[in-house]
């Protein structure tokens, strides 16, 4: 074999093998920023349900999917929910979601579902979770109550807490809060 | 009959439709009536959201894999019904007591020798899967009486 083409396939190997090692790494670093996020009270829950839909079969039937939600040693679910984000904030509507989540869940499986969840943020910075404390069914199905009062006309609907909101929204023209 | 059928689907809300009531009331009345107008920029955090969630469930999915298989199970009958009851009975039934999740864990313990040695005698496959299916056939029954039991109370 002349020396030109053992020199190539001596390039090719090395090509081949420094490919294989950057595959690698990258992986390997992929890996260990995917599962930076998670919690250390989650480290030994194991995942019991992953992009699913549950509905609870009460009087309000609320259907929810769920991003993620971890059994504990005891068997309590606690439900995880992600949402990318340019900033590293919890808003109230992911507790409103999260609380809703876990009155399908609960109503269809009939399991425990914890009242605190996490809120795993995917902004720039990367992902980061946050606990959040849930909200009793009650107001949920209040809640619940109240969108359907706003929607059948018997209750005015309230302005948001903060003018933020209506920078990005389309329907500010025609609201009355900018006229 | 009908009717009641009528009014529970009239009573159904999404969680992201209520969640919304969070951000503004108003808001909420104006895409019920006109539906959901996104911004071009909401429809591009919109579609890297789904593209954020489809990595996240294939992470999970593959977490999954790796944490939660039901070994024997998993080599006899694949992910076929026999081992989703399985997997529903030891999550139910057993991992909620102390000596549930024992028996989980010496399983867990075991299993790996018993898959290597159906991998080696491929005619003790059919032995275990013959085995297995009475506790099946058990966990179906359990399952579905938990079942029953949820609907009546």
Known sequence: MPAAELWLLLASCVACVTAAWAAARLVRRRSLQVDRWMPEGLKDHTLAYSERTFRSGDDWQVVARVDRAYRGQSGLIVLVELKTRQADRVHLSDIIELSAQRVALKGETGESVAPVAWVVVESAAGRSAHSVRLLSPHVVWDLASRREALLAGTESPHYPATSRVCASCIYRARCRMNS | ?153
Not at chain 2, 20 to 46: D, I, N, S, W, Y
Not at chain 2, 136 to 152: K, M, N, P, R, Y
């Open chain 2, 1 to 153: 009959m009908r009717r009641r059928r009528v009014r529970k689907t009239k009573r159904a809300v999404s969680a992201s439709a209520l969640s919304q009531m969070g951000v503004c009331e108003r808001l909420v009345v104006f895409e019920h009536f006109e539906g959901k107008r996104p911004t071009p920029e909401q429809r591009v955090a919109l579609q890297r959201g789904l593209r954020a969630h489809r990595q996240f469930a294939s992470e999970g999915e593959s977490e999954a894999a790796r944490r939660g298989r039901c070994f024997i199970a998993t080599h006899v009958f694949g992910d076929g019904p026999e081992t989703q009851v399985l997997r529903l009975f030891r999550d139910r039934y057993l991992r909620p007591t102390r000596a549930g999740r024992s028996l989980i864990l010496a399983y867990y313990r075991l299993a790996p020798t018993v898959c290597r040695a159906m991998e080696r005698w491929p005619m003790t496959r059919s032995a275990v899967g013959a085995a297995i299916k009475p506790l099946v056939w058990l966990a179906t029954c359990l399952l579905a009486d938990q079942e029953g039991s949820h609907a009546s109370g």
